[in-house]
């Protein structure tokens, strides 16, 4: 079976939670394209030459997850020759046997349009960085700013912006638990895993 759950939305919406929690409910492939983004941006030299050069062990550091990590990966995003040399990877992710979920900013635009499912995951900026600041502590101002720093990059960059896909599902997680969030997301997955895939 080829079939793709395609996650986009602006960070800290909960794209990681829910893309984990219907994986594991519907036995699909996850892989938070995120974590290319920052691998990339805390290697360091040039940027398209370390997308060019990723290795299975960059992902696994384990500074991938700071606030620092973040804005990097969110800088070296807005460069196209990185985007580009990491395509082939997510797409050949995207399509392989069995299915897969996908979380980023540009998997239903740009990565997988053919995608058979697409939702975008949101929240206002303020329960985003209230979220980040719950796991990262430290100055809430500070981690605001981070977070609306980065909707503006993620979402001003030319190449491959942060936007809804026309066709696809908004989960607005602002007043919304996570149990319901997932509900929501594994709904919209099941009607459409019912059509066959
Ligand atoms: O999802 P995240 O917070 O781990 O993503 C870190 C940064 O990487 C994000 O600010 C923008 C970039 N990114 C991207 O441009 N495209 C993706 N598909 C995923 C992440």
Same mark, same amino acid.
């Given at each position: 079976?080829?079939?793709?759950?395609?996650?986009? &939305?602006?960070?800290?919406?909960?794209?990681?939670?829910?893309?984990?929690?219907?994986?594991?409910?519907f036995g699909?492939?996850?892989?938070?394209?995120?974590?290319?983004?920052r691998?990339v941006?805390? /290697?360091?030299?040039?940027?398209?030459?370390?997308?060019?050069?990723?290795?299975?062990?960059?992902? =696994?550091?384990?500074?991938?997850?700071?606030? %620092?990590?973040?804005?990097?990966?969110?800088?070296?995003? @807005?460069?196209?020759?990185?985007?580009?040399?990491?395509?082939?990877?997510?797409?050949?992710?995207a399509?392989?046997?069995?299915?897969?979920?996908? =979380? &980023?900013?540009?998997? &239903?635009?740009?990565?997988?349009? %053919?995608? *058979? $499912?697409k939702?975008?995951?949101?929240?206002?900026a303020?329960?985003?960085?209230?979220?980040?600041w719950? *796991?990262? &502590?430290?100055? /809430?101002?500070?981690?605001?700013a981070?977070?609306?720093?980065? =909707?503006?990059? =993620?979402?001003?960059?030319?190449? +491959?912006?942060?936007? @809804? +896909?026309? %066709? @696809?599902?908004?989960?607005?997680?602002?007043?919304?638990?996570?149990?319901?969030? $997932?509900?929501?997301?594994?709904?919209?997955?099941?009607?459409?895993?019912?059509?066959?895939p």
């Amino acid at each position: 079976m080829i079939f793709t759950v395609a996650i986009d &939305g602006p960070a800290a919406a909960g794209k990681g939670t829910i893309s984990r929690a219907v994986a594991g409910r519907f036995g699909l492939r996850h892989l938070d394209t995120g974590l290319l983004y920052r691998a990339v941006g805390v /290697k360091g030299g040039d940027p398209a030459q370390a997308a060019r050069q990723l290795t299975p062990e960059d992902l =696994d550091r384990d500074d991938l997850r700071t606030l %620092e990590a973040g804005q990097a990966a969110s800088r070296v995003a @807005a460069i196209p020759e990185v985007r580009a040399a990491l395509v082939d990877f997510q797409r050949r992710f995207a399509r392989s046997e069995g299915g897969a979920v996908l =979380d &980023g900013r540009d998997i &239903g635009t740009v990565i997988c349009p %053919e995608a *058979e $499912v697409k939702l975008y995951v949101t929240a206002s900026a303020q329960v985003r960085a209230h979220r980040r600041w719950l *796991e990262v &502590g430290g100055d /809430k101002a500070r981690v605001l700013a981070e977070v609306q720093d980065r =909707d503006a990059r =993620d979402m001003g960059r030319a190449d +491959a912006p942060l936007r @809804a +896909a026309a %066709e @696809a599902v908004v989960i607005d997680t602002s007043e919304l638990g996570i149990d319901e969030a $997932v509900a929501a997301a594994c709904a919209v997955v099941a009607g459409r895993l019912a059509k066959g895939p």
